[in-house]
């Protein structure tokens, strides 16, 4: 006669944990248990019998909670036939599945792992090595990664892209109160210029500030001899100032620093390039642009803002406009600062009547119905 007893799961849950065999029997198979394999899993179940918890009976034989649990549903679903490992007759590997999951658990709990490192711990928690070829495939099956680790941008919120979606739908929607104001705020100067026309549509576009320079050097290109280029020491000190449009006039200036000040002037260059509609202006958090000067300036030239989280530039499509443009210059060679502006200017304006750079930033973000 089969009888159930109940056990705890993960301090909480419970389980009922099928009796198939009486409790002399399982003494029995631990007596006779040929490996520690076997001695395990066959000492779970009688700590199980003796009334363990599963993290309990999973503890007194060195394994997790999480592997207990998959040995108690493999018990309840067939017995020790289906809790017994099987190797299919061939040479069984140096870690059980069981061995693998807590290795995987042990480099999760303390990541990320030089090679070294994991050869260490394979050696001291369960005594066996694998050769330096063959480690990497190894740990590639157990589902690891072996790449360079990024920077976690600390100030980057958890949904970036949820936030700025939100962001987008709020402009798209039009009402009667200024877009770029803040709660609190003095009302006086937010008001749109009288010369000001933005009946006639929406331009939407992404705007940001670079410092590109003629020695920037990104791209690999074909030699017979020693790769190098002569240049010219030139470099300028300015920034260069940008505005991609989708719909609209794209454009490239170059201001002696990002100041608020320069920022509006840029700003005003964008509204006499963008006659008689309304624009919405995709942009960092950088300083000069939250500031209430600029905010209320942007409103007065019927230009409204729409931030992208902090910490998070990709989703800003015009970054990938400055890094093509820096590519795209690369090879090529200037005499002095005044050419190499020039040069800048005809680039941009030639790359940014692609729209691909923000193709999927408009698939993931915008809904066209409402840009009109």
């Not at 006779?32 to 000492?43: N, V």
Request: proline share 6%; charged share 35%.
């Amino acid at each position: 006669m089969q009888v159930e007893i109940t056990v705890e799961v993960m301090g909480s849950r419970r389980t009922e944990i099928k009796r198939h065999l009486p409790e002399e029997e399982i003494d029995e198979m631990l007596r006779e248990a040929e490996d520690d394999h076997h001695l395990r899993r066959i000492g779970f179940i009688k700590n199980l019998y003796q009334g363990d918890t599963i993290p309990e009976a999973a503890d007194r034989e060195g394994r997790s909670a999480a592997t207990g649990t998959r040995w108690a549903e493999d018990w309840n679903e067939g017995g020790f036939e289906e809790l017994m490992p099987s190797f299919g007759g061939g040479r069984p590997p140096k870690l059980d599945e069981d061995e693998q999951e807590e290795l995987v658990e042990m480099l999760r709990d303390d990541q990320p792992w030089k090679s070294q490192e994991i050869q260490h711990l394979l050696q001291a928690e369960f005594g066996v090595s694998y050769s330096p070829n063959y480690l990497g495939t190894f740990l590639r099956e157990l589902g690891l990664s072996y790449a360079k680790p990024r920077p976690k941008r600390p100030h980057r919120p958890e949904n970036p892209d949820e936030i700025l979606e939100e962001r987008v739908d709020d402009a798209l929607d039009e009402d009667d109160q200024p877009h770029n104001k803040r709660e609190g705020e003095d009302e006086e100067g937010w008001i749109v210029e009288d010369d000001i026309c933005t009946d006639g549509g929406t331009v939407l576009g992404f705007f940001d500030a670079s410092k590109p320079q003629p020695y920037d050097n990104p791209r690999r290109v074909w030699y017979v001899d020693d790769p190098h280029i002569e240049r010219e020491l030139v470099k300028t000190h300015d920034s260069a100032v940008g505005f991609y449009a989708l719909n609209g006039e794209s454009l490239v200036t170059f201001t002696e620093d990002e100041e608020k000040e320069r920022i509006c002037g840029v700003l005003e260059k964008i509204r006499e390039q963008n006659p008689d509609k309304r624009i919405l202006l995709v942009l960092d958090k950088h300083g000069s642009h939250r500031r209430e000067y600029t905010r209320k300036r942007a409103h007065q030239l019927g230009i409204d803002l729409i931030f992208i989280p902090s910490g998070s530039p990709h989703l800003n499509p015009i970054e990938q406009v400055w890094d093509y443009l820096k590519w795209t210059m690369a090879p090529i060679v200037v005499e002095n600062e005044a050419e190499f502006k020039d040069l800048v200017q005809k680039t941009f304006e030639k790359i940014t009547k692609r729209i691909s750079f923000a193709r999927k930033w408009c698939e993931q973000f915008l809904d066209f119905q409402k840009l009109s």
